[in-house]
């Protein structure tokens, strides 16, 4: 199956993929880390924010909202069925 | 589909059954219990099951973290104790809640007992992340009962998990409960009496990985979840549907102030006549027992010195539980956090973190834990600007004042057929008003303290829940005994002040002594000594006094000015609303609410400031700016309306 590695902030509404990598301070990732953002868990892009930003990602059973500035430095191998 | 049993048996036999201890007598009796969780895993509600609502609240010694702690009466257990830990992810030691954990469970807290065995509460909706707690919780070696919560959820959602392969797999009993429903519960007196009898035997050391950091936490718990065969549940259905309306682009920020606007509405409509109607039986009770009580000095003392004030503030009580109730609501509805996603775009464009949200919203209540809270803003001038902003939030010890002053002046026009009244509308208007200072005092810190803004904005949206009603109740259980212990405190002591200094100086003549007049007492002096600074303002000598017996507290302004209209020959009769029509113009009545939106009038605020950022410079800096803003905006406001009507 193909896939590409994208920032997190590109990936579109209703897009899955699995994290690649996390290229942040560390105490914010440490942060995300607990939140589930790690190398090769999967990750959904639920929703964006009435404005646009931040967004709401599904991750492991919970769902967090991140704003693009952060999410531009968290990788993701997109799942190539839902990357239309 | 439910691939597992409702309610799986507890499992204890990872407790090593090999020899009992030397045989000394009496075995210790257990006493404590401690209830530790990560946040939103639904441990305030397994709290209130347990405890039912006898419980107390109470301040760790040093720290500023609120513990609750009850007899476990709901399980027929009163000789124990529950003590209610802070919800935390992790027990490494950066943030004060975690080290007030670690202190607790190893007894190091002083005035806590060392709990006997613990609690350990887990949402069981997304146990990859919960289980992170449960190793560190398991290493300090106390008899622990995991408890994995929201198993309702876990079956209607299609989730899985194998309670017998994970209990073996970590060492300890494990059951799946649902505290919001109360099933599953007696597997805890069970695990009590097994942690009775085997006090003095000696747990089987758990075999568990060093785990220094997160990743490696992550990937034990997955790990162990993996053997445990557990399905974590799909989206909740309900949860989307109503995100793809409350987040809906158009629709989502209208519903947002929808949902703002009703609260008001209803803090007036249904809050004022419950108001009115204790005010009149307050007064009524009043009347009764001053006939019991001789005619003399005593009478005065306690019906004008202490009854008058502290009953003027008693009034807001139904109005400040209302405005508790929703936000309660709100709150434990999950709808706060949908809340801050909206409005995380206006945060940032005043270069505030999303992560100032929370606190600033707290701040709506008091400003007190509101500065507490801000210590989660990792970036220490981000963290300032937050703590120099929080008091411009209107917080309920304004509520009073305003209601007054609106209930006074402002007539209960409807419109939109009676959907929004007026006195609602300038209610939210002034709530506006406060934010909007903030706003501009963010903008003009950020130009001068805070240049580069680093900080994410990372928010966990929990899943919708129908709140409960024992977790409502306690919350205004709190609210209300706070609110009730201000006015027995300091009201009752600022009122009995003023009255003093309004009956002094005492004159003999003729052999009887004789109270001054007010217009001739220390407080009438003072009032008119500082008159003239407040006449542009629209104010008279009597809240000049207000003014200066609020810096203690929002709230004394009422007591006072109860006090002081009680005193007055000429307003005695009638109540303070009325009181306040004949003495003020719209213009001052107006230019007054304006003030304290804006006023630093809270020693306890100061005080907060003051320890947070270790120096006076900080609140001596903010009551100036605060004061002068407020006089600024009043003297205008006073003087527009006087011009245009």
């Known amino acids: 199956m193909k896939t590409k590695v994208t920032a997190l902030s590109d990936a579109k509404v209703g897009n899955t993929g699995i994290v690649e990598s996390i290229d942040l301070p560390a105490e914010v990732g440490d942060y995300l880390a607990h939140l589930g953002f790690l190398p090769g868990t999967r990750v959904e892009v639920l929703r964006r924010a009435p404005a646009g930003d931040p967004t709401v990602y599904r991750i492991d059973g919970i769902e967090v909202g991140l704003r693009s500035e952060t999410a531009s430095h968290i990788f993701l191998k997109l799942n190539a069925r839902t990357a239309v | ?84 830990l802070p919800g935390i992810y992790s027990l490494a030691t950066y943030s004060e809640d ?38 560190p919780v398991f290493s300090i070696g106390l008899p622990t009962l995991v408890l994995l919560n929201m198993s309702d959820q876990m079956d209607e959602r299609g989730g899985r998990l194998d309670t017998l392969a994970l209990a073996r797999e970590l060492g300890h009993p494990v059951a799946l409960i649902s505290a919001a429903k109360g099933t599953g519960l007696d597997v805890i007196p069970e695990f009590l009496l097994h942690a009775d009898d085997t006090l003095n035997t000696k747990l089987r050391p758990v075999q568990l990985p060093v785990l220094q950091t997160p990743s490696a936490c992550r990937t034990w718990a997955s790990q162990v ?130 992560k100032a949200f929370i606190p600033l919203l707290s701040a709506y209540a008091c400003a007190v834990p509101a500065i507490m809270a801000t210590r989660t803003i990792e970036n220490k001038r981000e963290r300032l600007a937050t703590i120099l902003i929080a008091p411009f939030m209107t917080c309920s010890a304004r509520l009073p004042i305003y209601t007054l002053v609106i209930a006074a002046f402002i007539p209960n026009h409807l419109f939109l057929g009676g959907i929004i009244g007026l006195r609602a509308i300038v209610m939210l208007s002034l709530y506006v008003l406060g934010f909007l200072a903030a706003l501009f005092t963010a903008k003009l810190l950020n130009s001068s303290i805070m240049k580069a803004s680093t900080a994410p904005f990372i928010l966990e949206l929990p899943q919708y829940r129908w709140p409960t009603v024992q977790g409502l109740a306690m919350r205004l259980y709190d609210r209300g005994m ?11 002591g600022a009122s009995f002040v003023v009255w003093l200094l309004s009956v002094l100086p005492v004159h003999f003549a003729g052999g009887t002594a004789h109270v001054s007049d007010i217009a001739n007492s220390i407080v009438g002096h003072l009032g008119r000594f500082i008159e003239p600074v407040l006449r542009p303002l629209g104010f008279n000598w009597k809240i000049g006094i207000g003014l200066l017996s609020s810096i203690v507290a929002r709230e ?25 029509r004949h003495d003020m113009t719209l213009g001052g009545a107006i230019a007054l609410v304006v003030f304290f939106a804006f006023a630093m009038q809270c020693t306890s605020t100061l005080a907060v400031v003051r320890r947070e950022t270790n120096s006076w410079k900080f609140p001596a800096l903010q009551f100036a700016y605060m004061t002068v803003f407020a006089y600024i905006a009043a003297l205008i406001t006073n003087q527009v309306i006087v011009h245009l009507f």
């Open chain 2, 225 to 354: 979840t993996l053997r445990s065969d557990y399905q974590s549940p799909a989206a909740s259905r309900w949860t989307q549907r109503l995100d793809s309306v409350l987040l809906h682009r158009i629709a989502g920020p209208l519903i947002f102030l929808a949902v703002v606007f009703a609260v008001f509405q209803v803090v007036f409509t249904i809050g004022q006549p419950l108001s009115d109607g204790l005010g009149n039986l307050l007064t009524h009770l009043g009347a009764k027992v001053a006939l019991l009580l001789p005619d003399n000095w005593l009478r005065l003392l306690l019906r004008d010195g202490l009854w008058n004030g502290v009953q003027s503030v008693l009034v807001f009580l139904p109005q400040i539980l209302l405005l508790f109730l929703f936000i309660g609501v709100l709150e434990d509805s999950g709808y706060l956090a949908r809340a801050a996603l909206i409005a995380d775009r206006v945060m940032r464009s005043i270069g505030l973190n999303g």
């Open chain 2, 1 to 84: 589909m439910s691939c597992h049993a409702p309610v799986i048996e507890p499992v204890l036999e990872p407790i090593d059954p090999a020899p009992a201890p030397p045989a000394s007598g009496k075995k210790p009796a257990l006493r404590t219990v401690a209830l530790i969780g990560p946040p939103n895993s639904g441990k305030s509600t397994l709290f209130n099951q347990l405890t039912g609502m006898r419980q107390k609240v109470a301040n760790y010694p040093g720290v500023t973290v609120d513990y609750h702690s009850g007899r476990m009466k709901s399980i027929g257990r009163s000789d124990l104790t529950l003590i209610d």
């Open chain 2, 556 to 580: 004394v302004i009422v007591g006072t000015l109860g006090t002081l209209y009680g005193v007055d020959p000429a307003t005695h009769a009638v109540g303070l609303q009325a009181a306040l």
């Open chain 2, 482 to 492: 706070l609110f009730l212990k201000k006015a027995g405190t300091v009201i009752l």
């Open chain 2, 98 to 135: 975690a080290r007030v954990a670690v202190d607790v469970l190893t007894g190091k807290m002083p005035g806590v007992p060392k709990p006997d065995c613990v609690l350990l509460v887990l949402d069981a909706t997304h146990m990859n992340r919960q289980l992170m707690l449960a190793a």
